[in-house]
Each structure stands twice: as C-alpha cells, then as structure tokens.
C-alpha cells in the first residue's frame, strides 16, 4: 500500500524562532493524533533546518527541504547541497517546484541531476509537475505534465522511482484561492499513474504516491483525498497555521 503524505512547504515565510514555535505545535499536535493515516512532513527555510530537526518528534513528523543544488559541492556560491541536507537528517527534498522552474529558470536537466543527487543521498525527492493556466484552458494539461516526467523523472530506474513522491500542482492554483475539482483532481493524477504504469508496470506504479498542491485547505481536503489517487497533499499557504495543517491532516 502506498504511503499517504501531508507535506507543508512554507516557502520563504517565518524567522527562525517563529519556524521553531510552528514546528513545535505542529509536532504536538501531530503526536497527539491516534491513529492518522497520513505521514506528515515539513519543508521550513533552509536556515530553519536544524534548529527545527532539535524540536520535532521525528516519529510523527519528517523534515524536508524546498530545494537544493545541482551539483554535489564547490564553487557555486550560494547553493545548499544534498549531502549538507542529509547530515541535518532532512528526509525529502522539493524538486521542481513551479515557482523555482518560473523565478529561477530551473531547466528539466537541472531538475533530472537534481533528482539523481538527492537519491544518492538517500532522500525522497518529491518532484512537482503542473500545468500553467493558460495550458488548461488549451485542455493541454495532460501533454505538460507527460513532458515535465519524461524530461525529468523518467530516467530512474525501477528501484530509483519508488524510492520518489510526485506532486501535481496546477499553477494555477497555487495560492490563488482556486482549486482543481475533486474530479480534474482525480483525472490527472489517474493520468500521471497511467503514465507510470507504462513506463515501470502497475506494480510499481501503484507504490507511487501522488500528492495534490494548489490551495488546498481543510474544507477541501476531505473531498480532494477521497479520490483513489490522490495521495495527499503539498500544503503552502495553510501550512503555516498548525490548526489548519492539522485539519488537513485529519482529512485522513
Ligand atoms: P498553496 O501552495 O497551498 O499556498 O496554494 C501550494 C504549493 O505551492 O506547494
């Protein structure tokens, strides 16, 4: 059975005691939950990384990363390499988002070496896909995403791929208040397994998680996860209340 994830990327939002306090109640209250179905994750700043990894139960939550460097280390002033990443005990790292592929140009060659570097540092990547709306409203949302897989993902092997987390995340939802439906929701994601299948068979695409980011709250989470493939959510805007966070969480 594939895992069910809550992930929280809170962007370039709170200071570093600010991301602590949040962090902190996030962790409490995620701990006090019963039973949740859902593995939790949390994707601070950078510079919030280690302060965070001291004040998390690192059996309810697990920390990620919203980027990294393309390359394993040197002169590239500025940059955060996976291995720096990993020594923290970051577990997953943000690959591809769309405001990365659309502030900073990241390219698909950047993204594919990306991807390889954080697995061989024994991360998750959770790599981001969407369409813009432009694209959508074309109706060629389905050719988009294929390509963002193939240019950047598809290259894994077996054992590589399961060891990834997909996030489809239309653009235009993405802090816009607007929301996929439940059904365009479902409709993509079934295509992007559809893709998987074709490419790594329906065993292993079926041990692929597939999360859905856009705007998702907890009034609308409960029907967003309802659906068979979607398998959680990238959280932005509502990660950085821990009683909504929370919300979404329990939609589980
Ligand atoms: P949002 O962001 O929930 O604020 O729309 C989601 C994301 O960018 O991952």
Sequence with gaps: MRKKIVAGNWKMNTTVQ?????????????????NSNAKVAI?????????IAKVINPDYICLAAQNCASEEGGAYTGEVAPAMLAELGVMAVLVGHSERRAYYKEDHNTLAKKVKLVLKNDMKPIFCCGEVLEERENNIQN???SKQLEESLFHLSSDEILNCIIAYEPVWAIGTGKTATAMQAQEI???IRSLLINKYGAEIANEITILYGGSCKPSNAPELFSNSD????????????????LGIIKAF
């Design 143 to 145: 050719e988009i995403v």
């Design 230 to 245: 979607v398998d959680g959510g990238l959280i932005g805007g509502a990660a950085l209340k821990s009683e909504d966070f």
């Design 43 to 51: 994707a601070p700043p950078f510079t919030h990384l280690s302060e």
């Design 189 to 191: 994601h079934a295509y």
């Design 18 to 34: 600010e991301g602590i306090k949040l962090a902190k109640a996030v962790s409490d209250m995620v701990s006090k939950l019963d």
